[in-house]
């Protein structure tokens, strides 16, 4: 008793949050992300109303303000997942611009766009809450799927604002980091098909959670995940038949692939783009993609004998959460909760050490932290310097990541 009352103050304060009941962050942490979601939704609905939402803005700074009087039309990403559902049923070109109602084009499947329809026809401020707690939610579990209670409720904390960030633009970025992830929890279960399916609902979605296939190779499933992930695929594919006569949903998906092959030469906040900016020189992306997923792949090929090292296939969930972010041409500033995901759950699954506390610290404050809770001059929300500030603490992380892969001896997960 004498010791503790001669610790300082921040030392009994640590020792009071390590004496809370796993299960009690975990409660804590769960009605976070869903408060979460729902502030993000009321805030939006009070922002569209015609009552509120000029109040608020003659209360508000004017670059707020702006903010607050463009949500009163909503035109961005969950409108645009919105109208999807709309024109797929209705036999409309899923593709096309509809410069009028949308700020972009839809740029998912049409499968997608079907099972999209339950938050389409919902109220909106309803919708927008569901889906907001749909990829809160998957993420939460798949965490607490792939960590220990104490590390998960670490790793769900750290990744609060970072979840907050994805929320502002109705994005599905979290949403696919948790299918990935678990997808990974699935194979190393034995789910081949929950595996598979998990895959394949990714890929609807966005292509680069088939990066998540490699998981089967050090589990000894490649080829029985590989099958069941080519079949629950081509009935996803099918799936909006229900709805959509054949001939319809053969000229979506061309529509779909034009437009995918159009944006193949975008770089965004890639690898490809930072490699862009220090040399001057305007590449094509697939070289750069290509020496990614060698360097991703070769650790599985040439260690075999760390399979069995859950700590090894831990690891490599991390490399691919950072690369289908790092080697994305369309990685936007939202799509950085996947590679923040991989960095947090590698920073908390490892033994302490200083180097990878500071790598960690650099990218929890020019990730999450910058984007949401630091305040930033102009200067350094322009897009080169978003680009320094998101890609190059994650490509930093990620060689580490690859580096230990290579050369950190085989241990258990602790």
């Not at 895959?199 to 000894?220: D, E, H, S, T, Y």
């Not at 159009?262 to 750069?288: K, Y």
């Amino acid at each position: 008793m004498h010791a503790t009352a001669s610790q300082p103050p921040p030392a009994r304060a640590l020792d009071r949050v390590a004496a809370v009941p796993a299960w009690r962050w975990r409660r804590i942490l769960l009605g976070l992300y869903l408060l979460l979601a729902f502030a993000d939704a009321a805030g939006k609905a009070l922002a569209a109303s015609s009552g509120v939402g000029p109040l608020v803005t003659r209360l508000l700074h004017p670059a707020a303000a702006v903010r607050v009087t463009t949500a009163r039309t909503p035109r961005g990403n969950f409108e645009i997942f919105r109208a999807a559902s709309h024109h797929l049923v209705e036999g409309q070109d899923l593709y096309a611009r509809y410069p009028d109602a949308l700020q972009d084009q839809f740029k998912y499947s049409p499968t997608f766009a079907l099972l999209f329809a339950p938050f389409a026809w919902l109220p909106w401020p309803l919708a927008l809450f569901l889906w907001n707690a749909l990829n809160a939610l998957v993420l939460f579990v798949a965490v607490e799927r792939v960590l220990a209670p104490r590390p998960a409720a670490l790793a769900l904390g750290l990744l609060l604002p970072e979840v907050l960030r994805s929320m502002q633009n109705a994005q599905s970025n979290a949403l696919v980091a948790g299918l990935i992830i678990l997808t990974y929890a699935a194979i190393e279960r034995g789910r081949t098909w929950r595996a598979a399916f998990a895959v394949a609902i990714g890929a609807c979605v966005k292509i680069f959670p088939l990066a998540a296939l490699p998981f089967a190779i050090p589990r000894r499933r490649t080829l029985r995940t590989g099958f069941a992930t080519i079949a629950a695929g081509i009935l996803l594919l099918l799936l909006p038949l229900l709805v959509t006569p054949p001939a319809t949903l053969l000229a979506q998906y061309r529509s779909w692939h034009a437009i995918e092959t159009l944006d193949t030469t975008q770089r965004w906040f890639s690898v490809m783009q930072l490699a862009h900016r220090i040399t001057g020189a305007d590449l094509p992306n697939w070289p750069l993609q290509l020496a990614g997923t060698l360097a991703l792949l070769a650790p599985l090929a040439v260690r075999r004998d760390r399979w069995d090292d859950a700590r090894f296939r831990l690891q490599f969930l991390c490399s691919v959460l950072l690369y289908v972010t790092l080697f994305n041409h369309q990685a936007e500033r939202a799509s950085f909760v996947i590679a923040f995901t991989g960095i947090t759950i590698w920073f908390v699954s490892e033994p302490r050490a200083g180097w990878r506390t500071t790598l960690f610290g650099v990218a929890l404050v020019t990730i999450p932290l910058m984007s949401t809770l630091i305040p930033l001059p102009a200067a350094l929300r322009t897009p080169g310097v978003v680009l320094l500030r998101l890609a190059v603490p994650a490509l930093l992380v990620w060689i580490a990541i690859q580096r230990e892969l290579w050369r950190r001896p085989s241990g258990s997960l602790g």
